[in-house]
Nanobody, 116 residues
Framework: QVQLVESGGGLVQPGGSLRLSCAAS????????MSWYRQAPGKERELVAA????????SYADSMKGRFTISRDNAKNTVYLQMNSLKPEDTAVYYC?????????WGQGTQVTVSS
Protein backbone atom coordinates (compact mmCIF):
# COMPACT_ATOMS: atom_id res chain seq x y z
CA GLN A 1 0.00 0.00 0.00
CA VAL A 2 1.50 3.28 -1.14
CA GLN A 3 1.75 5.89 1.57
CA LEU A 4 3.08 9.43 1.39
CA VAL A 5 3.38 11.47 4.57
CA GLU A 6 4.27 15.15 4.39
CA SER A 7 5.67 17.21 7.23
CA GLY A 8 7.42 20.50 7.86
CA GLY A 9 4.68 23.00 7.14
CA GLY A 10 3.81 25.88 9.39
CA LEU A 11 3.54 29.64 9.77
CA VAL A 12 6.45 31.72 8.49
CA GLN A 13 6.99 35.42 7.89
CA PRO A 14 7.48 36.79 4.38
CA GLY A 15 11.07 36.27 3.30
CA GLY A 16 11.44 33.25 5.54
CA SER A 17 12.21 29.63 4.75
CA LEU A 18 10.69 26.21 5.32
CA ARG A 19 11.76 22.70 4.43
CA LEU A 20 9.04 20.19 3.64
CA SER A 21 9.59 16.45 3.79
CA CYS A 22 7.63 13.58 2.29
CA ALA A 23 8.27 10.09 3.61
CA ALA A 24 7.28 7.38 1.15
CA SER A 25 6.50 3.72 1.69
CA UNK A 26 4.80 0.84 -0.07
CA UNK A 27 6.65 1.08 -3.37
CA UNK A 28 10.22 1.05 -4.65
CA UNK A 29 10.90 4.71 -4.10
CA UNK A 30 14.15 4.87 -6.05
CA UNK A 31 12.43 3.81 -9.27
CA UNK A 32 9.92 6.65 -9.44
CA UNK A 33 9.93 10.34 -10.12
CA MET A 34 8.42 12.43 -7.36
CA SER A 35 6.69 15.78 -7.33
CA TRP A 36 5.29 18.48 -5.09
CA TYR A 37 2.00 20.25 -5.76
CA ARG A 38 0.17 22.96 -3.89
CA GLN A 39 -3.39 24.18 -3.63
CA ALA A 40 -4.35 27.60 -2.35
CA PRO A 41 -7.91 28.37 -1.14
CA GLY A 42 -10.24 28.77 -4.09
CA LYS A 43 -7.60 27.76 -6.62
CA GLU A 44 -6.76 24.61 -8.53
CA ARG A 45 -3.94 22.34 -7.47
CA GLU A 46 -0.74 23.28 -9.29
CA LEU A 47 2.60 21.61 -9.88
CA VAL A 48 5.42 23.12 -7.84
CA ALA A 49 8.42 20.95 -8.64
CA ALA A 50 9.40 17.50 -9.82
CA UNK A 51 12.48 15.31 -9.61
CA UNK A 52 13.54 12.22 -11.53
CA UNK A 53 14.00 8.85 -9.87
CA UNK A 54 17.76 9.19 -9.34
CA UNK A 55 17.55 12.90 -8.64
CA UNK A 56 19.57 13.88 -11.67
CA UNK A 57 16.99 16.21 -13.15
CA UNK A 58 14.56 18.66 -11.60
CA SER A 59 11.91 21.02 -12.90
CA TYR A 60 9.99 23.91 -11.37
CA ALA A 61 7.01 26.10 -11.99
CA ASP A 62 8.15 29.50 -13.19
CA SER A 63 7.07 31.32 -10.03
CA MET A 64 9.19 28.99 -7.86
CA LYS A 65 12.40 28.99 -9.89
CA GLY A 66 15.31 30.31 -7.88
CA ARG A 67 13.40 30.15 -4.59
CA PHE A 68 12.43 26.47 -4.21
CA THR A 69 14.66 23.41 -4.42
CA ILE A 70 13.42 19.83 -4.70
CA SER A 71 15.73 17.01 -3.65
CA ARG A 72 15.51 13.39 -2.58
CA ASP A 73 17.31 10.83 -0.47
CA ASN A 74 16.63 7.39 -1.91
CA ALA A 75 18.27 5.72 1.09
CA LYS A 76 15.64 7.33 3.32
CA ASN A 77 12.72 7.08 0.87
CA THR A 78 12.18 10.79 1.32
CA VAL A 79 11.69 13.76 -0.98
CA TYR A 80 12.22 17.33 0.20
CA LEU A 81 11.16 20.80 -0.82
CA GLN A 82 13.34 23.63 0.42
CA MET A 83 11.43 26.89 0.15
CA ASN A 84 13.25 30.21 0.52
CA SER A 85 12.19 33.84 0.14
CA LEU A 86 8.62 32.86 0.86
CA LYS A 87 5.82 35.19 -0.17
CA PRO A 88 2.23 35.49 1.06
CA GLU A 89 1.10 34.08 -2.27
CA ASP A 90 2.96 30.86 -1.44
CA THR A 91 0.33 30.16 1.22
CA ALA A 92 -1.25 26.82 0.35
CA VAL A 93 -1.54 23.18 1.27
CA TYR A 94 1.49 21.40 -0.17
CA TYR A 95 1.10 17.81 -1.39
CA CYS A 96 3.58 15.12 -2.28
CA UNK A 97 2.73 12.99 -5.32
CA UNK A 98 3.96 9.75 -6.86
CA UNK A 99 2.59 7.74 -9.75
CA UNK A 100 3.33 4.62 -11.70
CA UNK A 101 1.87 3.12 -14.84
CA UNK A 102 -1.25 1.91 -13.04
CA UNK A 103 -1.41 4.00 -9.88
CA UNK A 104 -1.29 7.50 -8.50
CA UNK A 105 -0.95 8.49 -4.88
CA TRP A 106 -1.15 11.72 -2.87
CA GLY A 107 -0.14 12.56 0.65
CA GLN A 108 -2.53 14.23 3.07
CA GLY A 109 -0.87 17.60 2.60
CA THR A 110 0.88 20.04 4.89
CA GLN A 111 -0.26 23.63 5.40
CA VAL A 112 2.17 26.44 4.66
CA THR A 113 1.09 29.92 5.72
CA VAL A 114 3.20 32.96 4.89
CA SER A 115 2.09 35.95 6.88
CA SER A 116 3.43 38.71 9.08
Amino acid sequence: QVQLVESGGGLVQPGGSLRLSCAASGFTFSRYAMSWYRQAPGKERELVAAITSAGGSTSYADSMKGRFTISRDNAKNTVYLQMNSLKPEDTAVYYCHASGQWWSSWGQGTQVTVSS
